[in-house]
């Protein structure tokens, strides 16, 4: 099975770099094009990929092909791969907002996954949820989760309403885990802590309280049982954040997410 990730930007070669190590790519399986010639020789240099000039020949050499491209990009590429695709050909898009309706009509194909990753993807404990055409087999599906799990885990969908809704959950939420600890690192400076030690006490907390949560059946109001005495600090923290309403705000920002990657799909039609 030969694999081809066209567009190598940030998202792009994260992917690749995980699918190429991983155990379900054969040596030089991993095809890879990027339209700017300095990116193409810059990834020449790392011998793991197979890099092409020409994407009519990546494209006919494929069998599963990932479109990694910006979204207002998408159009001009459909035009542009149309003519070199086969019918058994799968595409999986990591484009945010494009329908699978509309990849398919753009491209000719039936087998079509679009995908919904994240940022953490970079460091390999990214979520990808995704969902497929009725064209793609069982098997397909199967090959496709695979390298989906190579920069973390997939969750598979049953429509694309739940893509739009895991935008709004782990597409946008690195987002939301960043803004919290910009405030709590802003408030260890404001308290005297030096930038290294603010760094060390935020990041430590959140990757022990991430620890705790994955390794137990708690739900995190059971943990927050556990930590806030009756009228103690953390009891004091929380009723702050439940006076100021920090509960719907955040669960208002899920959704304002959502309903723009809904949007972002009308407009992509």
């Not at 329908?99 to 953490?120: E, F």
């Not at 885990?153 to 959950?169: A, L, M, P, Q």
Request: hydrophobic share 40%; aromatic share 8%.
């Amino acid at each position: 099975m030969k694999v081809l990730m066209i567009g190598a930007g940030n998202m792009g070669l994260t992917f690749a770099e995980g699918m190429v190590d991983s155990p379900h790519i054969k040596n030089k399986h991993l095809l890879i094009y990027d339209k700017s010639e300095d990116v193409r020789l810059q990834l020449k240099e790392d011998s793991r990929f197979c890099v092409y000039d020409d994407i009519t020949k990546a494209v006919r050499h494929a069998h599963i092909i990932f479109l990694a491209v910006k979204p207002y990009h998408c159009e001009a590429l459909f035009e542009e791969i149309k003519p070199l695709l086969s019918s058994q050909q799968v595409l999986v898009s990591l484009m945010a907002g494009v329908t699978l309706d509309y990849i398919s009509s753009a491209t000719g194909l039936t087998k079509v996954v679009r995908a919904m990753p994240n940022l953490p993807a970079k460091v390999s404990k990214g979520v990808t949820a995704f969902t497929e055409t009725a064209a793609v087999t069982k098997i397909e599906q199967i090959a496709v989760r695979n390298l989906l799990d190579s920069t973390g885990t997939s969750i598979h969908v049953k429509n694309e309403d739940f893509i739009n809704k895991s935008t709004g959950i782990s597409g946008s939420g690195p987002a939301y885990v960043f803004y919290f600890m910009q405030s709590m690192l802003d408030a260890a400076l404001k308290m005297g802590f030096s930038q290294h030690d603010s760094k060390v006490l935020v990041s430590q907390t959140f990757e022990g309280a991430v620890e705790l949560f994955k390794n137990s059946d708690l739900k995190p109001e059971g943990w927050i049982e556990k930590v806030a005495s009756k009228g103690g600090t953390t009891q004091a923290a929380i009723d702050s954040m439940e006076d100021n309403n920090v509960n719907t705000l955040i669960k208002d920002a899920a959704y304002a997410a959502f309903h723009r990657a809904v949007e972002l799909g009308q407009e992509n039609k």
